[in-house]
């Protein structure tokens, strides 16, 4: 019986940490929120997702990056789109606890508002709903009261 002899490489490669899985902390938040949107808002909005993030990485992100960017994706574009009758363009960043937009998205922010429209940086519901009431609110939302009432099945006053 003859005995394995591993290389120098095979044995630094053994001894290399291992990667951690990337875990999606604003991937939960982000459909929360898109759920609420579709309550809250009227059902003629339309609710669109940007989807900015690519789960590429090395050389395939580079060309699909210069691919989405031919084909007009918006470097730092807010995640949710929400266009009301009006019409009113509402746009929120979605940002997991201790994330903040970057300097490429707050630079457009600031040009989006300068166009009129409505942009956020959200990390719950909550967010959401101090957003909209910044804005005016919406015709016809209902309210986390109407909703709480729904669901339980009446209000107990």
């Known amino acids: ?3 394995h002899r591993m290389t ?32 809250v808002l009227p059902p003629q909005t339309v609710i669109h997702h940007s989807p900015n993030a690519i789960g590429l990485s090395g050389q395939q992100i580079m060309r699909q990056i210069a691919l989405n960017e031919a084909m007009g994706t918006v470097k730092g574009f807010p995640d949710l789109t929400c266009i009301l009758p009006g019409p009113r363009f509402w746009l929120f ?5 201790g994330n903040y ?9 600031d040009r989006l508002r300068g166009l009129g429209c409505a942009v956020a940086v959200v990390r ?4 959401v ?18 909703l709480r009432d729904m669901i339980v099945g009446g209000s107990e006053e």
């Open 93 to 97: 960043e979605v940002k997991a606890e």
């Open 129 to 146: 709903d101090e957003a909209i009431a910044s804005w005016g609110g919406v015709d016809g939302p209902l309210t986390d009261r109407q």
């Open 1 to 3: 019986m003859t005995a």
């Open 124 to 127: 719950d519901t909550f967010d």
């Open 8 to 39: 120098a490489a095979q044995l630094i490669e053994m001894q290399k940490p291992k990667a951690k899985p990337r875990v999606d902390r604003e991937g939960p938040i982000h459909r929360a929120i898109l759920d609420h949107l579709r309550i």
């Open 101 to 109: 937009p970057d300097k490429d998205q707050r630079a457009l922010h």
